[in-house]
């Protein structure tokens, strides 16, 4: 009984040892830098970090724009403010064109002219 469980413990520790063995074998195949998943790691990580420092250049662009469009916003309405004020002026103040006419033509009035039909012409020409 002794030697069947010491065959036993030797053949099951020869297949652990096997089962290391092909364990620290995809290891290293995962790990390379060239071929495997470190060099994919390694690719990503680099697209990670040109992508952060795009990202700043981005962020600062947005700021700087922002800050641009709120000063021209502000512009914006000072002079649609000052447009109202000045159109609200304009209403208060007389028609001069109208006030000249009157001083110059006081008595003239508007006249009509009637055109003869051409059966008219054709009348007073017979």
Known sequence: ????ADILMVAGTF????YCYVLAARLKNFSTLESGMGGAIA?????????????DKARGAAT???????????RAEMAAARLEVMLATLHDL??????????VEPDRRLRFMRRRSAQEDLEAAE
Do not use: H
């Open 1 to 4: 009984m002794d030697l069947i």
């Open 15 to 18: 297949g652990a040892a096997v």
């Open 43 to 55: 690719v990503l990580s680099a697209q990670v970090d040109d992508m952060t420092k795009a990202l």
């Open 64 to 74: 700087g724009s922002a800050a641009r469009l709120e000063g021209l916003t502000g």
């Open 94 to 103: 007389p028609d001069s064109r109208a006030d000249a006419r009157r001083d």
